[in-house]
């Protein structure tokens, strides 16, 4: 009777050992799956991170840019030629006064890492938390704001379309023009509703660009993170 006890016990055993083992090496083959797929996600991450520090180049070049044309026109402490030494190109003011600058970053992959649910694989809190900063607190300030300078901007159009038309339609030339400059530089010293909407399209702008900085440093944050996780693996 003890002899086919111990036999079944240790037939029982066997098999129990076996599951375990099986069980063990499954969680072993699936955590080997997940940090795989974690390293080819944070790798995509990191192509991208590449591509968006591309446009942002163009970008920071762009909001800061008609930042300091707007900022020279209202600065009454400026002289003509001063402003002249900026740009004596109507078509720099073009941009500056009538239009605005958007912000749409290539995000393609983050987008399908949030609809597909596949971002909970990252396997980091830090990275996590840097991509919700940058692609949504910072995006969506930017943005915001640039919705302010295209009220702004509309407001612009309309005012000199009333009041000074010819300044409008000009402002599409490309070529060198002294006469526009001074003629824009003169307008805006002895127009204080049009530097009042010159101010509030300033604001807009400071502010936009206040949360591209913010969205550039967070971008560093997260290329530093990925790039530290990737080598480490």
Do not use: W
């Not at 036999?7 to 072993?28: A, C, D, H, P």
């Amino acid at each position: 009777m003890k002899k086919y006890l111990l036999k079944y016990t240790l037939e029982f055993l066997v098999i129990v050992m076996g599951i375990s083992v099986s069980f063990y090496l499954e969680e072993i083959r699936v955590a080997n799956e997940l940090k795989t797929l974690s390293a080819d996600l944070k790798q995509n991450l990191l192509d991208e991170v590449n591509e968006i520090e591309s446009y942002i180049i163009e970008r920071e070049l762009a909001f800061k840019g008609d930042q300091f044309v707007l900022n020279s026109l209202q600065d009454l402490e400026i002289s003509c030629d001063s402003l002249l030494k900026i740009s004596d190109k109507p078509s720099k003011y073009n941009s500056s006064l009538f239009n605005y600058r958007g912000f749409k970053p290539p995000v393609a992959f983050y987008n399908s890492l949030v609809n597909d649910g596949k971002i909970r694989y990252l396997e980091s809190s830090s990275i996590k938390e840097e991509l919700d900063k940058m692609h949504n607190v910072h995006y969506y300030y930017i943005n915001e704001n640039i919705k302010d300078e295209a009220v702004a901007q509309r407001k612009m159009i309309d005012f000199f379309q009333n009041n000074y038309p010819e300044l409008l339609i000009e402002s599409i030339e490309t070529n060198p023009n002294a006469n526009y400059v001074k003629r824009i530089y003169s307008k805006v010293r002895g127009d204080i509703v049009l530097r009042s909407i010159l101010f509030q399209k300033s604001l807009a702008i400071a502010e936009k660009v206040r949360g591209f900085n913010s969205y550039k440093e967070s971008l560093q944050k997260l290329k530093n993170a990925l790039l530290n996780d990737l080598n480490s693996n």
